[in-house]
C-alpha cells in the first residue's frame, strides 16, 4: 500500500520523503491556507522534491473552468495529479484531462455509486473521505470495502486513495481491505509507529543495560 502525506508542509513532506514514506503528496485548499504558501510556489517545491503523484485541487466550480486551472496545476510538474471535486462539472474536468493523459484525482467522495462513475471517467485516484463519514456516524470504512469490491469486479484502473485519515486503525483497516493508497496527516503517519508495550519494553532494557555498567561505543 502507497502512503501519501496529506499535507502541504515541506519540512514535515522532507522527512517522511528521507525515510520513503512518502510514495506521494496531496494537497488541498485548506492545506494551502494552513501553510500560508502560494499554491504554485509551494506545489513546485513539493513536486521537486517528491517522485510520486502531488496532488493539486483546483477550485473552479464550472468544468470548463476547472480544466483551464488544471491545466495550469498541470504545468507545474510532470508528477501533478489534478484534484477535481466529485461533482457532476468535476467528473467532466475529469474526463477531459484524463483524456489529455494527465493524472487526475476525483476528491470527496462518499459513496459507491460516485466512485464508479470517478472510474469511468478515466479517474487516476478516487479519495473516500473515511473520517468525514465517521463524523456523521457512518463508518467510512465500509466504503473503502464497497469501492474496493466495485473496482475488482470490473478490473477497474482507477487507484483507491482513502482519504480523511484520522487514526493508526484507519491505515491498518485500509491496508487489510486492499485500498491502494492512504493519504494520511504526518502526525498520523508518525503515530503507526507508537505501540505503549514498545516503550515499556524499551524503558526495561535501559533500566537493566544501565546496571550492566557497559558501553557499546
Ligand atoms: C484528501 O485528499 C484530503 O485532503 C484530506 O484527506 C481531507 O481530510 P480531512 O477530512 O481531515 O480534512
Not at 102 to 130: D, E, H, R
Amino acid at each position: 500500500m502507497k502512503f501519501f502525506v496529506d499535507t502541504a508542509d515541506v519540512d514535515a513532506i522532507a522527512e517522511l520523503n528521507e525515510l520513503g514514506f512518502a510514495d506521494g503528496v496531496t494537497t488541498n485548499p485548506s492545506l494551502i491556507l494552513k501553510s500560508g504558501r502560494d499554491i504554485l510556489e509551494v506545489t513546485k517545491e513539493i513536486c521537486a522534491m517528491i517522485d510520486g503523484p502531488v496532488s493539486a485541487e483546483v477550485v473552479a466550480l464550472k468544468a470548463d473552468d476547472m480544466i483551464a486551472e488544471g491545466r495550469k496545476l498541470a504545468k507545474i510538474a510532470d508528477n501533478i495529479a489534478v484534484k477535481v471535486p466529485l461533482t457532476w462539472d468535476g467528473l467532466k474536468a475529469c474526463k477531459v484531462l484524463s483524456g489529455e493523459g494527465k493524472m487526475v484525482n476525483v476528491t470527496l467522495c462518499f459513496s459507491a455509486s460516485q466512485a464508479l462513475l470517478a472510474a469511468k471517467a478515466g479517474a487516476t485516484f478516487v479519495s473516500p473521505f473515511i473520517g468525514r463519514l465517521d463524523d456523521i456516524n457512518i463508518d467510512g470504512l465500509d466504503l473503502i470495502e464497497e469501492i474496493r469490491t466495485i473496482y475488482d469486479n470490473y478490473a477497474f484502473k482507477t487507484e483507491v486513495l482513502a482519504a480523511s485519515i484520522r487514526s493508526v486503525n484507519h491505515v491498518s483497516e485500509c491496508a487489510k481491505i486492499g485500498s491502494d493508497v492512504v493519504t494520511a496527516p504526518p502526525e498520523v503517519l508518525k503515530k503507526l509507529a507508537q505501540h505503549a508495550l514498545t516503550d515499556k519494553g524499551l524503558a526495561a532494557f535501559m533500566k537493566d543495560w544501565e546496571k550492566t555498567g557497559q558501553n557499546i561505543l
